[in-house]
């Protein structure tokens, strides 16, 4: 880390485990669990929400003396939804099948609690350096999370990563398959997301006893 | 019969937190009491009631490809729906600020016991979200709407009232320690989704046989496969996210 001093290395580290925007800070969680069925949709929308948060982080704390406090919120709201429509045209352009499955929620990315709270928390008190590496850190804290909740809902729900078939094939039986296992159908729908949640969020408080609430 | 069948759906069938996860944030903050929940989710019903339909409005006469042929033939090409997110956000900021100004000059005791919530709203995805299903489903009449956004409004409602009401009497009960708060409360929400998608049966009856060629406004039917086959099931939920 020679390039970052250590305050802000800090900044990019805490958000991944201890301080983490979704299992921590609860915030972000919409948009987080019902794409995450697969992991490339999942993939797609960290590096979204990344882009989005960085990007924004940085507009924010360059206007932060210009923009009157009363009017913040709808300031903030137009940044956001500027920059997300960008990344939807990007999508639409070099990704269309992935950009209909992902449907509404790219547009809900400019709802997502994360990007509203950390400009409000962050990037209207600091430069916009440290305000780049805050944003780029909670955006990826929530990736992380993403991409665990994605990365177990497509293996075990339908035996495949990415669309590859690593646990062989379950049509014609090789692989795991030959010795029975079955695909847990369970894990692709929409309530297994939040129980897997729930169970990194046991995890990780179980390890890290200081997280415990009262 | 389309309106009550659309109003039953978007209670149940497509719940906005149990199907599609909209409102988590406030949903998770403010459900640690049920009067408090009431609160947020009157003033959460009573913000889609009024803005997607207005969006619908919208949508119809400004941003689709084609809307602005009302202002003339030569404005017959125009396609500005990619602008819908920042209209949409802009009308449901400005009608929540709107609403709350409203509601503070006529009503000062609505105003007491909605007021803290209504700022909190503007950024709720269940009210985009709303907004924006209403857009990609191609709802088609304002009547529709007004019944989607009020329907969709409702199911959000009894979902946090639920979820309050259990965390109110969950505080006494022996849960494991990193588990308490933020994680049990995942899981009940997980266990609870389950139970509402049985609901998924409700409009179709259940047992009719499925035919594979009928274009559905979105997952309804896909969704009843996915309970029979478990093969089906990853295709499927690839349908419903397209839709």
Redesign the interface.
């Known amino acids: 880390m020679g390039l970052l001093s250590k305050k802000d290395s800090k900044l990019i580290l805490d958000p991944l485990a201890d301080d983490n925007p979704i299992?921590i800070q609860?915030?972000?969680?919409?948009?987080?669990?019902?794409?995450t069925?697969q992991l490339k949709?999942s993939i797609v929308m960290a590096v979204s929400v990344i882009f989005v948060l960085g990007a924004g982080n940085v507009v924010i704390s360059l206007m932060r003396n210009i923009i009157p406090s009363k009017i913040r919120?709808?300031v903030q709201?137009?940044v956001v939804?500027?920059l997300?429509?960008i990344v939807?045209?990007v999508l639409k352009a070099y990704a269309y099948s992935l950009s209909?499955?992902?449907?509404?929620f790219i547009?809900?990315i400019?709802?997502?609690?994360i990007i509203?709270g950390r400009f409000e928390a962050f990037a209207l008190a600091n430069g916009p350096w440290r305000s780049f590496l805050d944003g780029v850190g909670n955006a990826l804290g929530y990736g992380v999370i993403l991409i665990i909740v994605g990365f177990f809902r497509e293996l075990l729900?339908?035996g495949t990563l990415l669309g590859f078939k690593v646990l062989g094939d379950?049509v014609e039986k090789t692989g795991l398959y030959a010795f029975g296992y079955e695909?847990n159908?369970f894990m692709?729908?929409?309530?297994?997301?939040?129980?897997v949640?729930?169970?990194i969020?046991?995890?990780?408080?179980?390890r890290n006893k200081d997280?415990?609430?009262? | 019969m389309e309106h009550i069948e659309l109003f039953f759906k978007s209670i149940f069938v497509d719940n906005m937190i149990f199907a599609y996860f909209l409102g988590m944030c406030s949903y998770l903050a403010v459900s640690k009491k049920v009067a408090t929940a009431v609160g947020l989710g009157a003033a959460v019903i009573f913000v889609l009631a009024i803005t997607v339909p207005l969006n619908w409005l919208l949508d119809q006469y400004i941003l689709q490809e084609g809307a602005l042929k009302w202002m003339g033939p030569e404005y017959a090409d125009y396609d500005l729906s990619f602008l819908s997110f920042i209209m949409f956000i802009a009308t449901i900021a400005t009608m929540v600020q709107l609403v709350e100004i409203v509601v503070e000059k006529f009503s000062p005791s609505l105003y007491n016991s909605l007021g803290i919530f209504l700022p909190l709203i503007a950024v709720n995805c269940a009210i985009l979200g709303g907004s924006l299903f209403m857009q990609s489903r191609e709802i088609a009449t304002l009547g529709l709407a007004l019944n989607y956004g009020i329907g969709s409004g409702i199911g959000w409602f009894l979902a946090i009232l639920a979820i309050a009401a259990i965390r109110e009497k969950i505080r006494y009960s022996n849960v494991p320690a990193p588990l308490r708060g933020l994680g049990i409360t995942f899981i009940i929400t997980g266990l609870m989704a389950i139970g509402f998608m049985s609901f998924g049966g409700m409009l179709t009856g259940g047992d009719e046989p499925i035919d594979d060629n009928v274009e559905t406004v979105d997952g309804m039917v896909n969704k009843q496969k996915e309970l029979k086959t478990s093969d089906l099931v990853v295709e499927t939920i690839n349908d419903t996210d397209t839709k």
């Open positions: 299992t609860v915030l972000g969680i919409c948009s987080a669990l019902a794409i069925a949709p919120i709808i709201l137009v939804a500027t997300v429509i939807d045209q209909k499955e992902l449907s509404v547009g809900l400019i709802t997502n609690c509203m729900g339908s379950s695909n159908g692709v729908l929409p309530p297994m997301a939040l129980i949640i729930g169970v969020i046991w995890v990780q408080r179980s997280l415990i609430e009262d």
